[in-house]
């Protein structure tokens, strides 16, 4: 069972332009909604994360928006640059009283042309 | 230490051998986690220690898979008898603590086995 749905799985932009990835969840108990970075070779890499009391979170070129009642949240890159094409993974974390687990969606790989 | 280091980066395994993956966390981390990474999917959670101890072993796909950690810093995950479905990069991360959302990775292990 899928908890995290992402999409889409790949996406081509071009330099300058705006790249949009789109996540959605089911388990209303998750709390917190990190996005992760991976580069060729590397670990994923916390890029930015949000709380599910707030709807907007940007730093820098990067945005989350939180859809609370449609259990949705996406990651907008402004003026995106080729720097950027990586693989991006949403996640929702839990805390299960014992531990906080993260559920990863399946990944948009994103590239950025010149 | 900087980061999260694993070792080896890769291993090439021949199908029925056993083989060791290495973790080393951040300093003072006391949380650690181990997920999987399939070619094209997300990241699969396996376990999760907080210190020495694993509460939640649920993750783990098989019991060809083992994993333990010593003085609360240094884990090892064992596969044994492995198959080629196990190819895949293993990926350890490590927080401050468990209720910590922020998980810190590391560059994985990449797994073939022939």
């Known amino acids: 069972q899928q908890q995290v749905k992402q999409s889409p799985q790949s996406l081509i932009v071009q330099k300058g332009g705006i790249s949009i990835i789109n996540c959605a969840y089911e388990n209303t108990a998750f709390d917190y909604f990190p996005w992760y970075q991976q580069f060729p070779g590397k670990g994923p890499a916390l890029l930015i994360a949000?709380?599910?009391?707030?709807s907007e979170k940007k730093e820098g070129r990067f945005t989350i928006s939180f859809n609370k009642s449609a259990k949705q949240f996406s990651l907008h890159i402004m003026d995106s640059q080729p720097g950027d094409s990586a693989t991006y993974f949403c996640?929702?974390?839990?805390?299960?009283?014992?531990?906080?687990?993260?559920?990863f969606g399946t990944g948009t790989r994103l590239q950025v042309t010149l | 230490g900087a980061g999260v280091s694993q070792s080896p980066s890769n291993k090439v395994t021949e199908k029925g051998k056993d083989v060791e993956l290495r973790c080393d966390p951040i300093s003072g981390h006391t949380a650690l986690y181990w997920y999987r990474q399939s070619l094209g999917q997300g990241l699969e959670f396996l376990i999760y220690?907080?210190?020495?101890?694993?509460?939640?072993k649920s993750g783990l796909p098989s019991d060809r898979f083992s994993a333990e950690r010593t003085g609360g810093s240094v884990s090892t995950l064992t596969i044994q008898r492995t198959q080629q479905e196990d190819s895949a990069v293993y990926l350890c991360a490590s927080s401050l603590q468990l209720a910590d959302k922020t998980q810190y990775f590391g560059p994985g292990t990449r797994l073939l086995v022939l």
């Open positions: 220690f907080q210190g020495n101890s694993a509460p939640d």
């Open positions: 996640a929702a974390s839990s805390f299960t009283g014992t531990a906080s687990k993260l559920t």
């Open positions: 949000i709380r599910p009391d707030v």
